[in-house]
């Protein structure tokens, strides 16, 4: 693939012209350089490893979950100030500390914002048509991937009568460095996102070359988890039922080499049917193999001869339980869209409209690829309220270390069924996380609140 590196003069100009430092960080090894061409969009987009499908904003949301916790000494000698004080959501997150998951975000929808900007003025010939559009999706994917993973940490969970009035994300839609921002409605934020898949899927190809590039079912199934978080349930199951039609192949971890440090293939999805979108974060020392501890209470929702148990977690030096099953085949977690996840949103739609049969077979296909063989006994004869528990709970198990969790559980601490606290304990400290709780929503970087008068999200 070519590489098209962006001019740094033009990068200096955006820093000092935009939300300041903060907004943008962009490296300072960049090179001079600009794109012109439908092939220079395209790789532009295509830098993958290095911008679009790395660094995802998921990391205060997977730091401040419920997925694991880490013990007091290597907290108290954690190197990231802003992590630190994620781990316990703390009033003051940051203290002036750089924003990873902000900035990196921002940064891809300026990638993505400076492919559309030029590929509006490129008109294709009949022969450049299909890389036009290939440009053109691929990059009204990323600005709504990124716009949602950044609503799911700096904005409320969205609420359908109140959206246009509660604070979304600065909504940039152009490179001019020279508009002010604001921060957009809620409502505002997604619609812009849902405006952006619904043109994308128009032009993307149903399945894509390499899994790091966007597609038409990569559309389909970002839609039916933004559904899914909008409480949309009738529209995020058409979009999942779309996604599974084109793309419905589960894995038999009964296949898996589970001796492997790593069960599952490396090469960025590329031998990994479920992968539909990959995309990951690097591993953090909070993610590591010595330093994460599995909450025991995930643990214990695994069954007997779940093949999960062992295909993701292992038993680290210190005795330590540690993920280890993240679709990337290494300890980066795997944070992009899969059919797996799909699936489960397809049955919960299901379960939340009372197709018990449809929920319990999406869940018995889903479990017979899970278990050792012989061992998965179906699911049959269960009420409403006990299949979309179960359906939850399999979510829990399935999507753990996926980033998704603390998307869930903003969403589902609405429901007093399902509404949970979360706390932790260092030297003798209690440190709570209550439903409905401010510190759901992490304020926006200090420098950007400074340099442009935006309204900060109250703690």
């Known amino acids: 693939m070519r590489t098209i590196i962006i001019g740094a003069m033009g990068m200096l100009a955006l820093l000092s012209q935009s939300c300041g430092h903060e907004f943008l960080e962009v490296k300072s090894d960049i090179s001079i350089g600009s794109p012109s061409t439908i092939a220079d969009y395209q790789a532009l987009l295509d830098n993958g490893n290095s911008v679009m499908n790395n660094n995802a904003s998921f990391v205060l949301g997977m730091i401040g979950g419920e997925e694991f916790y880490i013990d007091d000494s290597r907290w108290l000698n954690y190197p990231s100030i802003s992590q630190k004080n994620a781990y316990v959501w703390a009033e003051n997150v940051y203290e002036r500390e750089s924003v990873g998951d902000w900035n990196s975000g921002y940064q891809r929808i300026l990638y993505a914002n ?16 299909d ?36 604070l979304g994300l600065p909504l940039r839609l152009e490179p001019d460095v020279t508009i002010k921002s ?12 849902l405006a952006d898949l619904e043109e994308a899927q128009l032009l993307l190809p149903d399945k894509p070359s390499v899994k790091m590039r966007p597609s038409k079912v990569a559309c ?33 971890y009964n296949a898996l080499p589970i001796e492997a440090s790593y069960p599952f293939p490396t090469g960025y999805g590329a031998e990994n049917e479920e992968v539909i979108f990959f995309c ?15 909450e025991e209470g995930l643990l214990n929702l695994y069954h007997d001869n779940d093949l999960r148990l062992s295909v993701f977690y292992a038993t680290g030096s210190g005795g330590n339980v540690f993920f280890r099953g993240s679709y990337y085949g290494s300890i980066a977690p795997f944070v992009g869209l899969s059919t797996s996840e799909v699936l489960l949103i397809r049955a919960e739609c299901y379960a939340r409209r009372g197709a018990l049969e449809l929920a319990l077979a999406d869940m018995n296909r889903l479990g017979i690829h899970r278990f050792e063989h012989g061992y998965f006994g179906s699911f049959e004869g ?19 270390f996926r980033g998704i969790r603390w998307e869930d559980r903003r969403r589902l601490n609405k429901d007093s069924r399902f509404a949970t606290t979360i706390s932790r304990t260092i030297g003798g400290r209690l440190y709570e996380l209550t439903p409905g709780s401010n510190r759901y929503v992490w304020p926006l970087p200090d420098e950007v609140i400074e340099l442009t008068g935006m309204q900060q999200n109250p703690r």
């Not at 990323?142 to 959206?163: D, I």
């Not at 604001?182 to 996102?193: D, F, I, N, V």
Request: proline share 3%.
């Open 382 to 400: 269960l009420n409403s309220e006990q299949v979309l528990q179960l359906v939850l709970e399999e979510r829990r198990r399935e999507l753990a």
């Open 280 to 294: 990951y974060i690097p591993s953090y020392p909070m993610f590591s193999t010595a330093q994460m501890h599995v």
């Open 220 to 252: 389909y199934a970002l839609l039916a988890r933004i559904y899914l978080q909008m409480e949309n349930y009738e529209l995020a199951e058409q979009y999942a039922e779309k996604t599974l039609r084109i793309q419905d192949d589960l894995i038999d």
């Open 114 to 129: 400076m492919a559309l900007e030029g590929l509006k003025n490129i008109e294709p010939s009949a022969v450049e048509r």
């Open 182 to 193: 604001r921060r957009a409605s809620l409502s505002e934020t997604y619609g812009r996102m």
């Open 131 to 166: 890389a036009w559009n290939m440009a053109q999706g691929s990059a009204l994917f990323f600005r709504a991937w990124n716009y949602f993973q950044l609503a799911q940490l700096f904005c409320k969970p969205y609420e359908a009568v109140t959206a246009a009035n509660e």
